[in-house]
């Protein structure tokens, strides 16, 4: 775009594909963590997955389910409390309140039939939790 001087607007420069960066910061966060299955879109935990702590591993599990509705093998984005019991091996004891904590931190949302999903504007602060960050 040009201005009315014929000069290049610098305003342009900021100008940036969001989708792309989203999906390159995702799988840099869940490389060596979370995995998805190409055939089936499940969700299959990978060595550093263990090297998390509660929050941070459903977390990467609710941040792989998005992905793989972008990737266009899975039909939801969200996990429910039993979902992500099974998906992650942790005990439901440790799964209801650490998702709890996670909505209150609002890092995830939580859908009316009460499953749990990261919301696109919060992808930046999921990614930089799941790296060690504070919320």
């Known amino acids: 775009m040009v201005n009315p001087n014929g000069e290049s607007d610098p305003l342009r420069e900021l100008i940036v594909d969001g989708a792309e960066i989203d999906r390159r910061a995702i799988t840099s966060a869940l490389k060596g963590r979370v995995g998805i299955d190409s055939g089936s879109g499940r969700l299959v935990l990978l060595s550093g997955f263990n090297e998390l702590d509660a ?40 799964v209801a309140p650490s998702l709890r904590s996670l909505k209150e931190l609002r ?29």
């Open 55 to 94: 929050r941070r591993k459903l977390l990467a599990l609710l941040l792989a389910q998005k992905a793989a509705l972008l990737l266009e093998v899975a039909e939801t984005e969200t996990l429910t409390n039993g979902a992500a019991t099974k998906a992650s091996g942790l005990a439901s004891g440790t």
């Open 107 to 135: 890092l995830v949302e939580q859908d009316a039939a009460r499953a749990y999903y990261v919301a696109d504007v919060q992808v930046g602060s999921a990614i930089s939790f799941i790296n060690g960050g504070l919320p």
